[in-house]
């Protein structure tokens, strides 16, 4: 059974910093592209980024709002994925999923919440 | 452009057709995805690929496309159904993934 579990979400300040982190298990992570997603609470979906596997490069992608604060990395070996997420803004404050490349695969999500 | 517009709302009643519809420039080139979110649940994804239809999803659910325009067809709606309900494409690029604004079903 795949699952996918994310953990990190906090009470964060604004400008403060905050990793969430997403163990994947029952498939080949090191073989999926895993992506991010977040929903401020009652609103719609929004895509925050991407990595390759690394087998197709291993690279990222970041939407517009959180480009140059976010960084998104994977240890292939803890079938871990990573959000670090720097400078943080009130605007943040959602609830972040991980999911799959193909979208069929999600987590329960993590909230982080910004505010001083 | 790379937006996708929904309504925000559809309402039907029991065992009625609802169709949800998603626009976009994208959708001429890249494929849909729709996914159905109950309250307080996670997304899940329930057609791919504009028509295709994910394993455990309901004969009742389909998707169709036609240029710009892709459309999510529940026949026969039942009450549990009733949830929000997003379309998804990528950009041009096929870089990254944009969302539409999310469309309410509501049965009556």
């Known amino acids: 059974e795949v699952q996918l579990a994310e953990s990190g979400g906090d009470l964060v300040k604004p400008g403060g910093s905050l990793r969430l982190s997403c163990v994947a298990s029952g498939f080949p992570f090191n073989n999926a592209w895993m992506v991010w997603v977040r929903q401020v609470p009652g609103k719609g979906l929004e895509w925050v980024g991407r990595?390759?596997?690394?087998?197709?490069?291993?690279?990222?992608e970041y939407a517009a709002p959180v480009k140059g604060r976010f960084s998104i990395s994977r240890d292939d070996s803890k079938n871990t994925l990573f959000l670090q997420m720097n400078s943080l803004k009130v605007e943040d404050t959602a609830v972040y999923f991980c999911?799959?490349?193909?979208?069929?695969?999600w987590g329960q999500g993590t909230l982080v919440t910004v505010s001083s | 452009s790379s937006e996708l517009t929904q309504p925000p709302s559809v309402s039907v009643s029991p065992g009625q057709t609802a169709r949800i519809s998603c626009s976009g420039d994208?959708?001429?080139?890249?494929?849909a995805y729709w996914y159905q979110q109950k309250p307080g649940q996670v997304p899940v994804l329930v057609i791919y690929d504009d028509t295709e239809r994910t394993s455990g999803i309901p004969e009742r659910f389909s998707g169709s496309s036609s240029g710009t325009t892709v459309t999510l067809t529940i026949s026969g709606v039942q009450a549990e159904d009733e949830a929000d309900y997003y379309c998804q494409s990528t950009d041009s690029g096929d870089t990254y993934w944009v969302f539409g604004g999310g469309t309410k079903l509501t049965v009556l």
């Open positions: 994208a959708l001429a080139k890249q494929h």
């Open positions: 990595v390759k596997s690394r087998t197709d490069g291993g690279t990222t």
């Open positions: 999911t799959t490349g193909s979208g069929y695969h």
